[in-house]
C-alpha cells in the first residue's frame, strides 16, 4: 500500500480494478475534499457523509469507464459529485443506487462519527481557503466566481470588465497557482 | 472505536475486491445494462438524424412521426418511434422489441444548436439522462448509475437505419460544459450541442 502513496490519482484509478487498495489511497486522500465539498451545501453531517459514500461508490463502478477517458483524477471525482448533488436537489433525497449494486453497507453514525465528519470538512475546507486567500487579488476573484459560485466565462468576463479569453486566463493561472502552493504546502 | 471515515475506506476497498472478481451478478448485470443504454441512445441519435437531409428541419420532418427499427450492438431489437414533444420539440421514443415499458428510453430537443436539450433513458428503474428544463440547468450525464461521462464514445453500426451517426459526449475540466456531437460516418460534425455548466 505504501507503494501506492506515491502513484498519481490517474494512475491509481487506472489501477482501480485490479487492485482494490489503490481505490482506498484514491479516496484517502480525496475524502476529506469531497466531505467538504458536500457538507456546506448539505443540512447535516450525516448527509454529507452520505453523498460522500455514494459519489465513491460511483467512482468505483465508474472506473473502467475511467480508464478510457484520460480525465484528471480529481476533477472526475468531483463532477461525481456534483452530478449527485444536482441529482439529490432534484429527486429530495440522496441515491444509494452504486451503493447497493455493490452490496456495501449503510454507515450507521453516532456523535462521535458526526463530530469526525465536521472535522474533516473544517480541515480540508480551511486548507484551502487559506490557499486561496493568499492568491493576488484579480486571481481569487476570478477563482471564487468561477468555482464556487459557478458564473459562466461570459458572465464572469462582464462581471471583470474583460473578454471571455481573459477571464478563462485568470480563472486557470489561479488554479496553476493554487495547485502549486497546495503541493508545496503538502511537500513541508 | 474505528473512525467513520476508515469504515468506509474499508467498504470501499472491499467492494473494489469484489468488483475485481466479477462475481457480483449485479455487477455483471449493470455492466450490461450500460452496453444496452448506450446502444439505444445510439439508435436514437442515428435514426434522429437519418430521417432528415437538413438538421435544422428535422423538428418539422418529424413532427408526423416515424417508426424505425434496429438492432443494438448487445444483439437486442428496437423500435424507434418518432413523436411530438413539447411545443416546438421534437422525441425519439426507444422501446425494446418486447414491448416492456420499462424498457424504453427517448430523445426529446429543438435541434438547433445551442437550444436547450433534454435527453432521458431508463433502464429498468434507473434514470439515465437528463437534461435541461425552461426555468433551469441540469447537469447532462451518460450512464445508469448518473455517473458523468466525461469522454463516452458509442458507435453501432450493426442492423441501425441506413445511415449511422456516432455520440460524441465530451467534456472539459470535469464535465462542465458537456458538448453532444453526432456525426456522419465520414467523421463530419451534422449537429452539435453544448451544455452550460450546471448552477445550483
Not at chain 1, 155 to 167: F, K, P, V, Y
Not at chain 2, 126 to 146: E, I, N, R
Request: aromatic share 4%; with cysteine; hydrophobic share 40%.
Amino acid at each position: 500500500v505504501q507503494a501506492l502513496h506515491s502513484l498519481t490519482d490517474e494512475q491509481l484509478l487506472e489501477r482501480g480494478l485490479d487492485d482494490p487498495q489503490a481505490i482506498g489511497v484514491f479516496y484517502t486522500r480525496h475524502v476529506g475534499a469531497v466531505i467538504a465539498f458536500f457538507r456546506p451545501r448539505v443540512n447535516d453531517a450525516e448527509t454529507a457523509l452520505d453523498l460522500t459514500a455514494e459519489t465513491f461508490a460511483r467512482a468505483l463502478q465508474g472506473v473502467a469507464r475511467y480508464q478510457s477517458s484520460g480525465a484528471p483524477g480529481r476533477a472526475w471525482l468531483f463532477a461525481i459529485a456534483r452530478n449527485l448533488l444536482t441529482d439529490s436537489y432534484r429527486r429530495g433525497r440522496v441515491a444509494n443506487d452504486a451503493r447497493r449494486r455493490l452490496a456495501m453497507s449503510r454507515m450507521t453514525v453516532d456523535d462521535h462519527d458526526l463530530e469526525r465528519i465536521e472535522e474533516a470538512a473544517t480541515a480540508a475546507s480551511s486548507g484551502v481557503s487559506e490557499l486561496v486567500d493568499s492568491l493576488p487579488d484579480d486571481l481569487r476573484e476570478a477563482l471564487n466566481s468561477r468555482i464556487v459560485d459557478e458564473t459562466s466565462y461570459a458572465d464572469l468576463a462582464r462581471s471583470l470588465g474583460t473578454s471571455e479569453s481573459l477571464a478563462r486566463k485568470r480563472v486557470s493561472r489561479g488554479i496553476a497557482l493554487l495547485r502549486s502552493n497546495f503541493e508545496r504546502r503538502l511537500a513541508k | 472505536m474505528t473512525d467513520v471515515l476508515d469504515r468506509l475506506r474499508d467498504d470501499l476497498v472491499a467492494a473494489a475486491a469484489r468488483l475485481a472478481t466479477q462475481t457480483d451478478p449485479q455487477v455483471v448485470s449493470r455492466r450490461r445494462s450500460h452496453r444496452v443504454m448506450r446502444s439505444k441512445v445510439t439508435i436514437a441519435c442515428a435514426a434522429l438524424v437519418a430521417g432528415s437531409a437538413a438538421v435544422a428541419g428535422a423538428t418539422e420532418v418529424f413532427a408526423g412521426g416515424e417508426v424505425d427499427r434496429g438492432t443494438a450492438s448487445s444483439g437486442e431489437t428496437y423500435q424507434v418511434e418518432v413523436k411530438p414533444g413539447q411545443p416546438g420539440e421534437t422525441c425519439m421514443v426507444v422501446t425494446a422489441s418486447d414491448g416492456a415499458p420499462t424498457r424504453s428510453g427517448g430523445w426529446c430537443g429543438k435541434l438547433r444548436p445551442g437550444v436547450p436539450v433534454v435527453a432521458w433513458t431508463t433502464v429498468g428503474s434507473d434514470l439515465v439522462l437528463y437534461g435541461t428544463t425552461p426555468d433551469s440547468v441540469a447537469t447532462v450525464t451518460a450512464g445508469a448509475d448518473g455517473v458523468a461521462d466525461t469522454q463516452a464514445r458509442t458507435q453501432s453500426r450493426e442492423g441501425l437505419p441506413a445511415k449511422v451517426f456516432a455520440l460524441a459526449i465530451e467534456s472539459d475540466q470535469g464535465n462542465t460544459p458537456v458538448t453532444i456531437t453526432l456525426r456522419d460516418d465520414a467523421g463530419a460534425v451534422v449537429w452539435r450541442y453544448e451544455e452550460r455548466p450546471p448552477r445550483q
